[in-house]
T-cell receptor, first 114, second 118 residues
């Protein structure tokens, strides 16, 4: 019930290409969907986040697409660069628990080849 | 603005020992959450502290406990360490819901403490 399923596990994209990472959830109480980027030896850093009342949010080269009926959301990285090579996590939380608990996907290791 | 800091960076303990990890929250944040990240996995929520009290807990046994201090810094204590406790322990701070305009759900993570249990 609390799971967030993420795919693919790993991804190789050429420089300038589009990286796409997908996540799916079951808990309809989730109301906040952030994406985090993590480099080796570092903590996760917030990239972009979305709420269910919008279907798309764009910040620079990063776009979240959200499909509430399908309970799916995805991260698109346009014009992917070698510096984007990192592990990406989708996450979700709901406001009804009374506290902020992020449920994370299992991560996608992205490698952008020069 | 100072970000989330954690100490120590690395720690090696033996099975059965106890460990204390420390976290300083980001300036202006009064809520601290702790997560456990096993190698190759996403972070798992341990618990959250607000106003020096635990206000939410994940599926972790009671040997995982914590504290929050008046300056909002926090400690994670783990007793009777097991081999499976080896992981990266992450601290995240956030403004409590309702106190931030559009920022209330954002959690900002520290660099983590790498715990190895032998």
């Amino acid at each position: 019930q609390q799971q967030v399923k993420q795919s693919p596990q790993s991804l190789i994209v050429q420089k300038g290409g589009i990286s796409i990472i997908n996540c799916a959830y079951e808990n309809t109480a989730f109301d906040y969907f952030p994406w985090y980027q993590q480099f080796p030896g570092k903590g996760p850093a917030l990239l972009i986040a979305i709420r269910p009342d919008v279907s798309e949010k764009k910040e620079g080269r990063f776009t979240i697409s959200f499909n509430k009926s399908a309970k799916q959301f995805s991260l698109h990285i346009m014009d992917s660069q070698p510096g984007d090579s990192a592990t990406y996590f989708c996450a979700a939380s709901d406001a009804y628990t009374g506290f902020q608990k992020l449920v994370f996907g299992t991560g996608t290791r992205l490698l952008v080849s020069p | 603005e100072t970000g989330v800091t954690q100490s120590p960076t690395h720690l090696i303990k033996t099975r059965g020992q106890q460990v204390t990890l420390r976290c300083s929250s980001q300036s202006g944040h009064n809520t601290v959450s702790w997560y456990q990240q096993a190698l190759g996995q996403g972070p798992q929520f341990i618990f959250q502290y607000y106003r020096e009290e635990e206000n939410g807990r994940g599926n972790f046994p009671p040997r995982f406990s914590g504290l929050q201090f008046p300056n909002y810094s926090s400690e994670l204590n783990v007793n009777a360490l097991e081999l499976d406790d080896s992981a990266l322990y992450l601290c995240a701070s956030s403004p409590f819901p309702g106190q931030g305009a559009g920022e209330s759900d954002t959690q900002y993570f520290g660099p983590g403490t790498r715990l190895t249990v032998l």
